[in-house]
């Protein structure tokens, strides 16, 4: 069928036959991408308008389209070039840039028009990616887009950390592995799945970045188009410069650098004898420009070492002999001597080789040197891991115990195992897989005895990493049960009766066994699960208190399981289908416990229910949550109390979310019952909190919206000058935080409010910079970066009469914006104190923050800042490194929780080992008393052990007699106060952890 357009479809196709019959030509086996069309923009929106007059008379599969399928093809592609999303909404995307409506039999047949050019002019084929298999019909136009607009940014952002990583460009698989490895931290399945071609990675990064060596194999044009749209983006142009200056440095000439050197342990006999200190192994041209003048006749000294080594031998891998320390390993144990004297010469060099101190070391489990291992480094899940500790009262109990000297304990640590990750992860250090398979789905081989364990019924799930892999599964008595074999990438299953089997693996020269035991299904020793706190109530779940924990002596990963309700026999809900890692917790952030609190809200005044849970090859459990036992009882729709016997309690009293104090006065007349409020009966004080109730409207109106305003601290037990004193807020707190609410939009409003009303708790007790320390989230560990950027803006580094003047809130932007260009430029900070380290960097960061800033000025509609060009010198950036690096060490609880025994036995406490019960054994050891006087203390354990429930358990506080003058009490002793905080902040990170 002719249409009146139809000629102008065909000079297009016509005009683009010759482009890709020329460009086929002149690839040989490299593939022609159908957006190499050569067309003007005005162009492709005219032949896109034209393609979708078509597809609106015929369907694409219709044979009128002959003569004009690469024009249908183009149309598409440009639509996949400028697609940026899943995969989920791009068909909808082409429907509204064409006018159309295409089915899905419209898009299997643009997917074979696709195929059919293909193989006609070479065009590029998809990948057989987890994405591009997922997504057939969309991958053709996708890929035929080469490099579409999705994929721009965290290209450039990856560049630019590979080549700030000391990658060079030249290097193709070395760029391009490290590109996967960043692509995969970024979750950015587009950028991974588009790097599947190598070598189109590798040639469009040196043709945006070094265009002086080539446009690669593809159109220049393309280049051009690609480069101009990288510039439309503000960060993606930022990150474009930065990865070209990059490139511009890596070619300048250099003095060789020189590797610092590398601590090492000694084994012989499987017992650790001693430690080494290795050195870097130069090649000759650089030990050549190295050793010049006096240099070559010096010699080398370690601390703890017998004798010293010629330089020119420890630069060519010599090793030093540390003997047996008794004490951590130094940052500085190296010295320059000559003749016996030593020299203060050549610091850059000594600086350069002075090793970075570990306590982590890599063992193959034979006798021999063996290295440490640095932050950074991936370690093989094969490998065997030993841990050296020089603190006696540090005893690790999860890990094996090795021989070793006398004031030094050696651990071997297995990289597969939950514990040893956290240890590692506090090192820098992960685990990386290089097993001919990986298990999934059910657990983990431990390394350390190559037994794998995991219960009946739950079925493992092996992933082929080998090119080609035999596997076969023999029974305790020898026979085969099952065997195969398998490329990369495919998945088989075990699934067996209990009982003993091995699993040989053979993957070209590399045969491996593993022991199989499958236990049968129990409720032993070996696994629990139960519900924290024991004896837990509806009003725990309702207050994001209650966690369903489960342990077990052996890791399961993805557990399979079902959780529902039931009252009275009968169930609540259709079956909530879960995944988890045990060991692993279920709490108030997961979306299992969010509706079982749902659900348990539902019920008028919160009927007693029953949890159920049911876990894939471990059985069914159960838990009844009764709700907690109120003398008084309250009455929703007379808004009102009545006690056991009936009787109504007069007077009430209440708050709300604009003034949530709970003042002295009636606020009954006053509060609007159409936001959430907060209503206690008139009875004594704890009695009344313990009546507490929180109401909320089911949906927030139009108009209606309030939200929590800051509250102030109080030190002033009854309040001065009519201000509210520290018992209002702290009844408050307590009120809001264990009240029962109406519905999820009560639970939810009352957790804001009684976590504003914390953060003035925690001022209360603790001080403002504490409270400030707190919010920041760099009380355990601060970040360097963040350091740096408060250290530029206090000393006007990036600050003061050469820079725009801000306002108080920009200013707080700079500092945000200052903290992620850093981090973005300098991978690691310490580098850049070494000799002969460049800080431009660092200066173009300062000048990208303000280029936000300006843009922010520019949405809004203000004046703009004229474009910066700052430069600040080398010893100014040295000594702003060098102390935001000191800074960042610190923790910032540290000098604000005195003594420092104190601080010692708190920051050294293994929180996630011991109950509320351990925390306020070792909080009683390390408390200093404000009377200091023989059988008087001011505070004991008692005031200790209700100033952590508070924290941790606020409704065991309104169980306990005297709870309010032991807080009072405690509200006098800043010092006791800061440690009970800190050892409950602690708890909840390793609850959160676990």
Known sequence: MQTPFSQELADFDAKLREQYRRLKSARGTDPVFIIEHGLEAQEILELQALVGRKLRLLRPGSAAWIGNHLSLALAITEVGYRYQGTGTDFWPKVDETLGVSLGHSDRTDISELFSRLAQQYGFATPSRSDWAVAYNHIAWPIRNALAPLEIHKPLLVALGKVLASGTPLREDELLISKLVSIADGLWSRRLRDWLEDNRLAVELSKALLAPDEGQGWFEPSVVARIGNDLRKDPDAAIALRRAKRLVSKERRPSSPSVEASRYGIVIADGQVTGLYLNGPLLSDADLHHVMSGALASWEIEAEGADQLQPIKSFLTGGVIHLGQPMKPLSTGPLSMRSYGERLDDAPGLLKALQPTPSSIFSWNGSDGLFPAVMAGQPISSESKVIYLNWDAADRPLEYVQLPCWEGCSAYLVDPLNKASNRLLQDFGLSAEDTAPITFSSGTTISNLSNVMTYVEGVPIYCRVNAQLLSAEVRNSEGISVSSGRFEKGEVFRLDFPAGSYKLSLEAGDDVQDVNISIVPQSRDASFRIYVDPPSATIDDLVSDTLSIVLRSEFALHGIEGLAWITRDGQTVNTPIPFKIDVPGRLDASSTLISELKRLALASANMAPIDIQIQLKGLGHYSWRLAREFRRLTYLPNARNWQDEHGNPVAG???????????????????????????????????????????????????????????????????????????????????????????????????????????????????????????????????????????????????????????????????????????????????????????????????????????????????????????????????????????????????????????????????????????????????????????????????????????????????????????????????????????????????????
């Open 652 to 994: 009430i009293r209440g708050a709300d979310i604009a003034a949530p104090l709970l003042l002295v006065d009636n606020l009954s007349a006053k509060t609007d019952y159409d936001i959430t409020s907060l209503w206690i009966p008139e009875a004594s004080p704890w009695e009344a909190i313990s009546s507490a109730v929180v109401e909320a409207p089911s949906v927030i109106r139009m108009g209606n919206h309030h939200s929590a305003d800051p509250v102030g601290s109080a030190r002033a037990v009854r309040g001065i000058n009519g201000s509210p004193g520290f018992i209002t807020l702290l009844s408050s707190y307590l009120a809001w935080r264990t009240a029962e609410p109406s519905n999820l939009m009560a639970s939810h409003q009352a957790g804001v409010i009684s976590g504003q009303l914390e953060k003035a708790l925690v001022e209360s007790f603790c001080g403002g910079e504490w409270r400030k320390i707190e919010n920041s989230g760099e009380g355990f560990h601060r970040n360097s970066y963040s350091e740096l950027s408060r250290i530029c803006i206090g000393r006007q580094i990036a600050t003061g009469k050469r820079f725009p003047q801000l306002n108080k809130a920009e200013n707080a932007t700079l500092h945000l914006e200052l903290t992620h260009s850093f981090s973005n430029v300098a991978p690691d900070l310490s580098a850049l104190l070494a000799d002969g380290a460049e800080f431009e960097e660092l200066d173009y960061a300062i000048n990208d923050a303000y280029a936000k800033l300006s843009r922010d000025r520019e949405s809004a509609g203000a004046a703009t800042f004229e474009e910066l060009d700052i430069f600040n010198d080398d010893k100014t950036w040295q000594k702003a490194i060098r102390d935001a690096v000191a800074a960042a060490k610190r923790p910032a609880f540290q000098p604000l929780l005195l003594p420092s025994s104190r601080w010692k036995t708190l920051s050294s406490l293994r929180y996630q080992n011991g109950g509320l019960d351990d925390v306020v054994e070792q909080l009683v050891a390390c408390h200093m008393d404000a009377l200091r006087s023989p059988g008087k203390q001011w505070i004991d354990s008692k005031e200790i052990r209700i100033g952590l429930q508070l924290w941790m358990s606020p409704r065991e506080v309104l169980k306990t007699s005297g709870s309010e003058e032991a807080l009072v009490k405690l509200l006098s002793d800043r010092q006791t106060s800061r440690a009970i905080r800190y050892a409950a902040l602690r708890i909840r990170a390793e609850k959160s952890r676990s």
